[in-house]
């Protein structure tokens, strides 16, 4: 079976990881704290605070600016995004995408779908986008086992305001004001203070380790997801996607009997996906009006095999199956 993602990790980054595992220190350490330095600069941001989750980094990140109610977010992405301000307490909204971007063009949680560029908002949610630049005032990243840059789980807030940073560093390791690295040097010092209540978000050195090898190779990795999605667009031209990625997280098609394609192209190997089922579908978020290009989106989105290693003789197999569905 060819799966719709699979994480990759370099030797280097294995012996690495074996390194600090026998380093004696695996929780919020050394590691974390290079990742965090690295990353920002990587994305052009002041200041990064390392979470265990983009989920997590999200819930933080709406707890450091105030909203208005109902808070907006689109209806057309993963649940992370709108659980985010549920969980603050605050009531949803969902609005509608651009058709051609698959983005919302404003959003209290505006969401870069795929590494589409997305309009304006105040929490960029930008899961997709590995490989990208910082976004003001909030963005927040993912490192989950199928993004861009895995690291089995993970997440990433990053800010030009150092107040912003200082307040979602204690919120992420439970509101305390010094991490147990930062209290660790000649002696040891056992004393914190906690102002605000936080979370248990914090990421730990084994994760960082293989984030780094990661955001090493992360350009490399990128430039293959091009090339794939160069050569889908080239043997796929009926149903290419029109718009250009920063980074091709997913490559998305629109077709006609989406649902018969996923059961024909399993049935010869082929694992694909939707990306994503409308929010409002869900009973948790209550009753929401359901937006028409969502609606529409939904109907015929389908997502291809994407991920470094995925060969191009694998993607040709892929693009002829499509087209032997079709009859063409």
Request: hydrophobic share 35%; aromatic share 12%; glycine share 8%.
């Amino acid at each position: 079976m060819i799966p719709v993602f699979k994480p990759l990790i370099s030797k280097q980054g294995l012996d690495e990881v074996i390194g600090t595992l026998k380093s004696g220190w695996w929780g919020q350490g050394p590691k974390v704290q290079e990742f965090e330095k690295r990353f920002a600069q990587f994305v052009g941001a002041k200041y990064a605070v390392a979470t265990n989750s983009c989920t997590a980094a999200l819930d933080i990140a709406v707890r450091l600016v105030p909203f208005k109610n109902p808070v907006t977010v689109p209806a057309f992405t993963f649940v992370s995004s709108a659980l985010a301000p549920l969980n603050a307490g605050y009531r949803l909204e969902f609005v509608d995408i651009n058709e051609e971007t698959l983005c919302a063009d404003y959003a209290d949680i505006i969401v870069h779908y795929g590494g589409n560029s997305a309009g304006e908002g105040t929490v960029h949610d930008m899961a997709h986008c590995a490989g990208t630049k910082h976004k003001d005032p909030i963005s927040c990243w993912s490192f989950h086992a199928v993004k861009n840059l895995p690291c089995g789980d993970g997440g990433m807030i990053t800010f030009n305001d150092r107040i912003l940073y200082e307040k979602a560093k204690a919120l992420a390791w439970c509101g305390i004001d010094k991490s147990t690295w930062g209290r660790t040097g000649k002696r040891y010092s056992w004393d914190y203070d906690i102002k605000d209540k936080g979370l248990k978000a914090s990421m730990n050195d084994i994760t960082a380790t293989i984030g780094l090898d990661g955001l090493r190779n992360l350009r490399k990795y990128n430039q293959r997801r091009r090339e794939i999605a160069y050569l889908y667009t080239k043997w796929l031209p009926k149903i290419a996607k029109k718009h250009k990625s920063a980074t091709w997280h997913l490559y998305t098609i629109r077709v006609p009997q989406r649902d018969e394609l996923i059961d024909y192209l399993g049935d010869r190997g082929i694992a694909t996906s939707v990306h994503y089922k409308p929010l409002y579908y869900y009973p948790i978020f209550g009753k929401q009006k359901k937006l028409p290009i969502t609606e529409k989106i939904f109907k015929e989105i389908l997502t291809l095999p994407m991920f470094p290693e995925l060969k191009n003789r694998e993607v040709k197999y892929i693009c002829e199956k499509i087209k032997e569905f079709f009859g063409n």
